[in-house]
Every structure is written in C-alpha cells, then in structure tokens.
C-alpha cells in the first residue's frame, strides 16, 4: 500500500481527541466544514461517524483529489472493542463518487483527470510503522503534531498550520520522486472549468436541458442558468424560507444571473427555446386582464359620478349619504418583462406581490443606460440595484410623483459579450458598486451545430408542466424551515463560504459576490425546493425543505458557481488577484534567472519579487500567502524542495527547478531579458539625472 499517514476527519471535538491515541501515526481532526476540505486536498484520509455517508457527498467534491484514497467507515468510536484497525476495517468502503477536480482558474489551473485507487486499506497493518523513515524524512520537522493544534477562533493560526501540513504534502509527493508532473503554463489566459453537470440542476428540468442543449448546440449550464432563473421568477415572493431558526431572515426565490462569452454562443436561440411556454402563460393571463381593465374603467366611472353625488351632499349638510369605495385595480399578471425600466417596472409591481422576471438579450444595454436614461433626474441605478432585495420601495421620480410598491421585487437574466462587459466595467463602475455582485455569473462556451433530431417531447411538456404548476403554487401558511439535518449543513455552507471569502487570491470585486453566498444558498434551496413540488403537483409548497435539496445546492455552488466567479472576476473583468499575479511573477523571474541555476532559494524570490512575496498585511496574511504561491509551484511542476524545513513550521529554503522550464520557455527568456535589462538601464538612468539635479540646486559649499 502507500506511504500510511492518514488524516482522520472526525464528526467532533470529542471524537477526535478520543480517536487520537487509537489511532497512532495519524492526525485526528475536527472536520468541521472549513478544515475539511483541506485536509481532503493531499493524502490518504478516512472519514469516521454516523455522517460519513453524506460526507461523502458534500466534502469530497470540494476536494482537488490527485488521487481516489477517500475512505470511509460508518460507526461511532466510542464503541471500539478490540484492534482499533480492524475495526476500522471492517466498516470501510472505498470512495465511490466522481472523480472531481476544482481547477484553481485564478491561478490558471486545468482541470486534471483523475484514476480511481482503491488498492489496499487506508490504515496500515497493526505490524506497520505508522509513519516510514523515508517519508518522516522527507516531510521533515514541518510535518509535526503541533501544526495541528489549531484554536479555530484563531482565522491566522488555523490557515498558517493548515498550510504548513499542505507544504509538507507537497514536499513529501516531490522530494524523491525521479519524474517531474507535467508542467503547467503559468502564463495562459485560458479559461478552463468543468463542464455543465446536469445533477446540479432540479431533476424535473434536467431532461428538457439536456435534449435542447443537445439540439441547439449551446452551451447546457446557460440554458440551465435562464431555466433556475425562470423558475424564481415565476415563483411568487410569497413563498418564503426562514434561513436561521432562531431570526426573522427570510430569502424568497429571487435570483439574477449572467451568462457571458463569446459572439457565437447561441443566447438568443436558448433564450428562445426557455421562454416559449412562460410566453404562453403570459399571454393566457393577459386576455383576462384585459377584460379585467375594461370592467374595471366602467366601475370607476361609476364611482366617480356616485363619488360627486356624495361630495354635493356633504357641501349641502345632507346625512346618511354613505361614502362610496373605488373599486379594486386589477393587478397585471404579467411575468416575463423584456422592458427593463424603473417607469415600466413601477407600473407592473403595483399591486403585484408576486415579484417579476426581467429578461434582456444583451445585458449591456441594462448598464448602459442606467442612470443615463433619465438624464439625472432620480436614481435609475439604485432603484434598480433595490430590485435585488424586494420588499417595500417608494419610487420617487420628478415629473412622476411618488409610488409606493408593496413589493419592489425582480428577478432578472441576461447575456452579455466578455469584450463589452471589459469595456463597461471601468467605464460605468460596475465592479464597485454591487451591480455586478448581485448576478452568477456563468462562462458559456461557443456554440456548436447541434443534432438535427426532433426534440423530446415528453421532457418539454413535463418541462411546461412544472412552469405551470410552479405558477400556481401557493405559500405555506408559515415559512418554510430547513429540516435539522439540512440546518446543520446550511451551517457548515456558511463556514465553507467563509473560508472562500478569506482565501488568499480572491480578486477584490469577488469578495462582496461570495459575501452575497449567505443569502443566495438559501435562494437556490427555496427554488429547487419549489421546483420539486411543482414537479411533483402539490397545490402548495412542502414546509420542511429535506437535505437532498440542501447538498445538491452546495454541491452547485461550490462545483459550478464558485469556479465560474473566479474565471469571471479573475479574467473577464480583468480583476486579477494578487495570487495569480503573484506566481506569474514568480515564474517570470525563474525563467529569466542569471545562468539559469539548477536551485532557486527563497532569499531569490524575496528580492527579486518582492511584490509578489510581500503583499500587505499582517506577518500571518504574508506567510499563509508564501506557502500559496510555493504550493502552487511546486503541485504545478515549476519547482520542488532539495531538502525539508530546517524548523518546526518554517518553509523549506532552497528548490529545485524544473529543466523544462528552460526548454519550454526559452523563447520567451530571449523576449524578456532584453526588457527587463532595459528597464533596469531606464531605472539607472532616472537615479543618475536625479542625483546630477540635486548636485545643480545645491548651494556653495554644500556636501
């Protein structure tokens, strides 16, 4: 079998600490949602509880596995008798998931294909050392004990040992490996992300996804994005879930998406082919309402001239003339609103609790015109970044009066191209305001032919079906409420968003966006819950939302919504973190090093990149950065450790450099030297004026 260390996540503090002396030589650890997915990131590991099965779920997928050494035993430890191992053993079963691997796209990763392994057990025989000479050896002082003692109301300490045992897992797979991995261009715009997955999405339109993509040629995640956002849209706002069992906080399904690429992607098509039946469902309800508005002008005449008769009676003193009652306004049931204005919106939301859906072909024609289109005269931005929110607005404009909306609601969509969208960004100021962080973002890939087939049929009426019911589908008399085991898990999402929130590398603009995750999990959960029970004909929603939804939700979120917000903020809106510019310049300077050194040592990269290796903040933000970029380099085959650490918890000081580096890189070696000697020539030469005119101000007999 493999070298034996193991990390060992258990489903408590208790559990841990009683697991640590059954189980020597390997590191028991509270997987508490934020720890987890690290500890999952590098070595043999096995998960032990009563949660183990779910964990397989909604842990591993997070996880960069290289390789498939995720075990895991159901039972409680508390009720070992006998060899702690075989017990071990006999309650194992080896990872049955997908083979899942995030790719780090700030950074410019790829996605790695990944062999399943499942030989041997993931413990080592009683016989077995727990650890090998030559893998202590290898992992030096820097993988100890003390690194994992971590106070987890201590952000710092907790991510400097979390990345202390990930440096070790990276010395401890390189040091004495002959071959090097496959080296990864540093340098490349690419953008690569995983693949629309259709288990992401609720299963009830799933099918019809599928066969239009299939169809059409476009990408499935866009139509996938217009089908969620379609759904909460026509999903009334009176359908709520109460995220925390103990507060007031209600989400209702409001989402707004974006789906950005290319000029041929097909979004008008897919656009198309989603809308027709809610296009239906519009125009069935409209002939009512039209009927609605024709009844309702007779009455207010009515009342008018009943309404003149009761002012002359009480001018004249008359009694028991009674005071007559406008008759009620019908309420435009309209859903779909391609006229995306603050004046339209203002007069389809009177009386509408229901909350519309805003659908735009091209999303910069949105961007552009706000505040633009009045002319200054009132706040077309922030009304419409208030549509957001929902929930009662009074739309004030000049020359229109004040309005009060009972619900000031919108879900919204809509495609853009990526080379407007660069274009709009610094010119409108849309990364700094939450414009944009209120939408999720999806890369659509290029269209292709499409098969020429008819399409199925039974998965477009079960696809209409759902709308309709989804259309109807009434409230709960109170909130919907999380089952206790989706509330514990909703629990562990708001650590995982806060560990994605604090990592180091994340573009500034993203940081707000994953803050807005609090509220958009919840929003997700309540649709695809919704989107349930319409499939399944419920005339009104189920008030529990079971775990199913809850992990499915996540697992979109962290699998498909997380590495699609760093490609759209890290490359499409040019908001490049410090982490990807970091390892660029990195690279930069070890392609271009003076002889071309067979090691590199950290003294090298701190004063030849010190932009890159002192980025502010405090001692402990610099050094969880360091340990960022060098595991980077070194799991993407530029570099690895001659030798492990000389102290308990301190980086190796010298590496090793990979020879393709000078042979896949050497034309851009001849490119880069001559202006980076030129810019040193410039840098001299603008010390030398400046001394010679300090020189010529001075007075007289001045040193």
Same mark, same amino acid.
């Given at each position: 079998?493999?070298?034996?260390?193991?990390?060992?996540?258990?489903?408590?503090?208790?559990?841990?600490?009683?697991?640590?002396?059954?189980?020597?030589?390997?590191?028991?650890?509270?997987?508490?949602?934020?720890?987890?997915?690290?500890?999952?990131?590098?070595?043999?590991?096995?998960?032990?509880?009563?949660?183990?099965?779910?964990?397989?779920?909604?842990?591993?997928?997070?996880?960069?596995?290289?390789?498939?050494?995720?075990?895991?035993?159901?039972?409680?430890?508390?009720?070992?008798?006998?060899?702690?191992?075989?017990?071990?053993?006999?309650?194992?079963?080896?990872?049955?998931?997908?083979?899942?691997?995030?790719?780090?796209?700030?950074?410019?990763?790829?996605?790695?294909?990944?062999?399943?392994?499942?030989?041997?057990?993931?413990?080592?025989?009683?016989?077995?050392?727990?650890?090998?000479?030559?893998?202590?050896?290898?992992?030096?002082?820097?993988?100890?004990?003390?690194?994992?003692?971590?106070?987890?109301?201590?952000?710092?300490?907790?991510?400097?040992?979390?990345?202390?045992?990930?440096?070790?897992?990276?010395?401890?797979?390189?040091?004495?490996?002959?071959?090097?991995?496959?080296?990864?261009?540093?340098?490349?715009?690419?953008?690569?992300?995983?693949?629309?997955?259709?288990?992401?999405?609720?299963?009830?339109?799933?099918?019809?996804?599928?066969?239009?993509?299939?169809?059409?040629?476009?990408?499935?995640?866009?139509?996938?994005?217009?089908?969620?956002?379609?759904?909460?849209?026509?999903?009334?706002?009176?359908?709520?879930?109460?995220?925390?069992?103990?507060?007031?906080?209600?989400?209702?399904?409001?989402?707004?998406?974006?789906?950005?690429?290319?000029?041929?992607?097909?979004?008008?098509?897919?656009?198309?082919?989603?809308?027709?039946?809610?296009?239906?469902?519009?125009?069935?309800?409209?002939?009512?309402?039209?009927?609605?508005?024709?009844?309702?002008?007779?009455?207010?005449?009515?009342?008018?001239?009943?309404?003149?008769?009761?002012?002359?009676?009480?001018?004249?003193?008359?009694?028991?003339?009674?005071?007559?009652?406008?008759?009620?306004?019908?309420?435009?049931?309209?859903?779909?609103?391609?006229?995306?204005?603050?004046?339209?919106?203002?007069?389809?939301?009177?009386?509408?609790?229901?909350?519309?859906?805003?659908?735009?072909?091209?999303?910069?024609?949105?961007?552009?015109?706000?505040?633009?289109?009045?002319?200054?005269?009132?706040?077309?931005?922030?009304?419409?970044?208030?549509?957001?929110?929902?929930?009662?607005?009074?739309?004030?404009?000049?020359?229109?009066?004040?309005?009060?909306?009972?619900?000031?609601?919108?879900?919204?969509?809509?495609?853009?191209?990526?080379?407007?969208?660069?274009?709009?960004?610094?010119?409108?100021?849309?990364?700094?305001?939450?414009?944009?962080?209120?939408?999720?973002?999806?890369?659509?890939?290029?269209?292709?032919?499409?098969?020429?087939?008819?399409?199925?049929?039974?998965?477009?009426?079960?696809?209409?079906?759902?709308?309709?019911?989804?259309?109807?589908?009434?409230?709960?008399?109170?909130?919907?409420?999380?089952?206790?085991?989706?509330?514990?898990?909703?629990?562990?999402?708001?650590?995982?968003?806060?560990?994605?929130?604090?990592?180091?590398?994340?573009?500034?603009?993203?940081?707000?966006?994953?803050?807005?995750?609090?509220?958009?999990?919840? *929003?997700?959960?309540?649709?695809?819950?919704?989107?349930?029970?319409? $499939?399944?004909?419920?005339? %009104? @929603? &189920? !008030? =529990?939302?079971?775990?199913?939804?809850?992990?499915?939700?996540? *697992?979109?979120?962290?699998?498909?919504?997380?590495?699609?917000?760093? $490609?759209?903020?890290?490359? %499409? @809106? &040019? !908001? =490049?973190?410090?982490?990807?510019?970091?390892?660029?310049?990195?690279?930069?300077?070890?392609?271009?090093?003076?002889?071309?050194?067979?090691?590199?040592?950290?003294?090298?990269?701190?004063?030849?990149?010190?932009?890159?290796?002192?980025?502010?903040?405090?001692?402990?933000?610099?050094?969880?950065?360091?340990?960022?970029?060098?595991?980077?380099?070194?799991?993407?085959?530029?570099?690895?450790?001659?030798?492990?650490?000389?102290?308990?918890?301190?980086?190796?000081?010298?590496?090793?450099?990979?020879?393709?580096?000078?042979?896949?890189?050497?034309?851009?070696?001849?490119?880069?030297?001559?202006?980076?000697?030129?810019?040193?020539?410039?840098?001299?030469?603008?010390?030398?004026?400046?001394?010679?005119?300090?020189?010529?101000?001075?007075?007289?007999?001045?040193?």
């Amino acid at each position: 079998m493999a070298d034996p260390t193991q990390i060992v996540l258990l489903p408590s503090e208790e559990a841990a600490q009683a697991a640590t002396p059954l189980f020597p030589g390997s590191y028991c650890v509270y997987s508490n949602g934020r720890l987890a997915p690290q500890c999952l990131d590098y070595d043999d590991a096995v998960v032990i509880g009563p949660d183990a099965a779910w964990r397989e779920e909604t842990c591993t997928q997070l996880a960069k596995l290289e390789y498939s050494r995720i075990r895991f035993a159901d039972g409680d430890i508390s009720q070992i008798e006998g060899d702690p191992l075989e017990w071990v053993r006999s309650r194992i079963k080896p990872y049955s998931g997908p083979q899942v691997a995030i790719p780090s796209v700030a950074a410019g990763g790829k996605v790695a294909d990944n062999e399943d392994s499942t030989d041997g057990y993931p413990f080592p025989s009683p016989d077995t050392p727990a650890v090998s000479e030559s893998s202590q050896n290898a992992l030096g002082s820097d993988w100890s004990d003390a690194n994992l003692t971590i106070d987890r109301d201590e952000d710092e300490r907790a991510e400097i040992a979390l990345h202390s045992i990930r440096m070790a897992s990276a010395i401890k797979s390189q040091a004495h490996a002959a071959p090097w991995p496959p080296l990864d261009d540093q340098f490349s715009d690419e953008i690569v992300l995983p693949r629309w997955n259709f288990d992401w999405m609720p299963q009830a339109f799933a099918p019809f996804c599928r066969d239009q993509s299939e169809i059409g040629g476009w990408d499935a995640g866009m139509q996938a994005m217009l089908m969620l956002c379609l759904a909460a849209g026509i999903t009334t706002d009176e359908i709520t879930l109460r995220v925390k069992v103990a507060q007031d906080w209600t989400e209702s399904c409001r989402l707004w998406g974006l789906y950005y690429g290319g000029k041929s992607i097909g979004k008008t098509p897919a656009m198309t082919s989603t809308f027709k039946h809610a296009t239906k469902i519009d125009f069935d309800a409209q002939q009512q309402y039209i009927h609605d508005v024709a009844r309702y002008a007779k009455q207010m005449k009515i009342y008018e001239e009943q309404e003149r008769a009761w002012v002359k009676a009480q001018a004249k003193g008359e009694l028991g003339v009674i005071e007559p009652h406008p008759p009620e306004k019908p309420v435009d049931p309209q859903i779909v609103y391609m006229d995306w204005t603050v004046a339209a919106l203002t007069d389809a939301l009177q009386g509408n609790r229901r909350g519309v859906l805003g659908v735009l072909d091209e999303l910069a024609s949105l961007f552009e015109r706000l505040d633009a289109y009045t002319g200054g005269r009132g706040s077309e931005r922030q009304d419409t970044l208030r549509l957001f929110n929902g929930g009662r607005h009074i739309v004030n404009r000049i020359g229109r009066g004040k309005v009060s909306i009972d619900n000031w609601s919108a879900s919204l969509v809509g495609g853009i191209q990526d080379d407007a969208l660069a274009a709009l960004v610094p010119k409108l100021n849309l990364a700094s305001d939450g414009m944009l962080q209120r939408f999720i973002p999806y890369w659509a890939g290029r269209k292709n032919p499409g098969h020429e087939r008819a399409e199925n049929s039974a998965a477009r009426q079960q696809f209409e079906r759902t709308l309709e019911n989804l259309h109807r589908l009434k409230p709960h008399f109170e909130p919907v409420r999380f089952s206790p085991d989706a509330q514990a898990l909703r629990s562990e999402v708001d650590a995982w968003i806060n560990a994605a929130g604090d990592a180091y590398g994340v573009p500034g603009p993203m940081v707000p966006f994953i803050d807005k995750l609090y509220g958009y999990y919840p *929003r997700l959960c309540l649709t695809y819950w919704a989107i349930e029970c319409a $499939a399944e004909g419920r005339e %009104a @929603i &189920g !008030a =529990e939302l079971p775990l199913s939804i809850a992990q499915q939700v996540f *697992r979109y979120l962290r699998e498909c919504v997380l590495p699609h917000a760093y $490609a759209f903020y890290g490359k %499409a @809106i &040019g !908001a =490049e973190g410090g982490r990807l510019n970091g390892i660029r310049q990195i690279c930069t300077w070890i392609v271009c090093r003076p002889e071309l050194t067979r090691t590199v040592t950290l003294r090298n990269f701190q004063t030849n990149c010190r932009e890159a290796w002192s980025p502010e903040g405090t001692p402990a933000f610099r050094e969880n950065a360091r340990r960022e970029l060098l595991v980077e380099l070194i799991g993407s085959g530029w570099i690895r450790p001659t030798g492990p650490a000389d102290k308990v918890g301190k980086l190796p000081s010298e590496f090793e450099v990979n020879p393709e580096v000078d042979k896949t890189y050497a034309a851009m070696r001849e490119i880069e030297i001559p202006k980076r000697r030129a810019r040193y020539e410039d840098m001299e030469n603008r010390k030398r004026a400046k001394r010679a005119a300090q020189a010529q101000t001075r007075e007289p007999g001045e040193d």
